[in-house]
């Protein structure tokens, strides 16, 4: 199947070289989307094909932001990049789907979609500030769901921190506090530091207590 696509693509790029078709866009598209979904399917048919998700959310939403440029919708130029974004995250949001293990799908499926809900409020809206106040409550959503939902081992604790973070950013550009926002230029990154810190001492903690460490080993001689 990838054999016939790349071939097809061949095809394609060698007929808009030579100027023999016009509608290559049209035909772009539908490659694309059969490309998408043939990804989907190897991704629906094959357990241990879990990244195929991750291309097949892609490819549909370049192959629909095509087809609707390419036949003239409406408005496709100022939205159609929602769609490409969209598919994307929602290739992540199918890959954390498919196993919780694999909750770092949840990180760029949020941004992905925050950005195509960015992209559509601010071609609606023309409003910069609220398109800045939606991506980083997007953000802050994203790191919450990471805290909260399962992963098949420990909760992610840690992503509250940055969650927070998110948040209070989310709050004082919704409010223009811009005296307060050059205070938080500098506390970020000690927000960060201290974060690291907190999760390397955790880190240490636990191999010093975990069986067969040093500490343990001395106290089973001493017995």
Do not use: C
Not at 51 to 65: C, E, F, K, N, T
């Amino acid at each position: 199947m990838l054999g016939a696509l790349l071939l097809a693509a061949g095809v394609l790029l060698l007929l808009e070289a030579t100027g023999l078709m016009e509608a290559v866009g049209v035909l772009w598209g539908l490659l694309f989307l059969a490309a998408g979904a043939a990804f989907g399917v190897l991704y629906a048919t094959d357990p241990s094909k879990w990244w195929a998700a991750i291309p097949a959310g892609a490819l549909l939403g370049l192959g629909v932001l095509v087809l609707f440029d390419e036949v003239g919708v409406p408005g496709s130029q100022q939205w159609g990049g929602a769609l490409f974004l969209g598919g994307g995250g929602a290739g992540f949001a199918a890959v954390y789907l498919r196993d919780h293990r694999r909750w770092w799908a949840l990180i760029p499926a949020g941004v992905l979609i925050t950005l195509a809900l960015q992209a559509l409020l601010t071609a609606a809206a023309q409003e910069e500030q609220a398109g800045g106040v939606l991506f980083f409550v997007g953000l802050a959503v994203t790191f919450a769901l990471v805290a909260v939902l399962p992963t098949g081992a420990a909760r992610n604790r840690w992503a509250w921190i940055p969650a927070a973070a998110l948040a209070v950013l989310a709050a004082l550009i919704a409010l223009e506090a811009t005296v307060l926002l050059s205070a938080v230029s500098y506390l970020w990154p000690l927000a960060l530091i201290a974060a690291g810190g907190y999760l390397i001492v955790q880190a240490l903690r636990r191999r010093h207590d975990a069986p067969g460490s040093g500490s343990t080993s001395h106290a089973a001689r001493e017995r």
